[in-house]
């Protein structure tokens, strides 16, 4: 499933001066989705069944970087409710992934951010 809105992180990108790979929604994707679980797991150790923006990113974004509703179905079946920041601070994650990914395509003289950009493995 993609929590990720393609067209917003292409223009975010774009505006940045690069291009972007066929690969890199998908691997957003799948970085949301980790820092997800992540959250859900952090505000069940703080004792909460909502989970915050704060659990994902200190800073939010009102851009829509993420699919609200994707993340709280996914949400509800880890068992976590959805604070109202939540999304805003997948949102900031997002961006900051794309812009570093972006510095790393252009620190390796590519106008293109692959996903390896974002997230190696």
Do not use: P
């Not at 980790?34 to 505000?43: G, I, N, P, V």
């Not at 994650?93 to 972006?102: M, S, T």
């Amino acid at each position: 499933m993609s929590y990720v809105v393609g067209s917003k992180v292409k223009e975010l990108i774009k505006k940045a001066g690069c291009n972007t790979a066929g690969d890199l929604i998908d691997v957003l994707s799948s970085v949301v989705e980790w820092h997800m679980d992540e959250s859900c797991k952090r505000a069940k150790a703080n004792g909460r069944k909502t989970v915050r923006g704060t659990d994902a990113c200190m800073e939010t974004s009102d851009n829509a970087y993420v699919v609200g509703s994707k993340v709280k179905e996914f949400n509800k079946k880890k068992g976590c409710n959805t604070a109202g920041d939540f999304v805003g601070g997948l949102n900031a994650l997002v961006k900051w992934y794309a812009e570093q990914g972006c510095k790393r395509a252009k620190a390796n003289g590519r106008k293109t951010v692959r996903g390896t950009d974002v997230m190696c493995k």
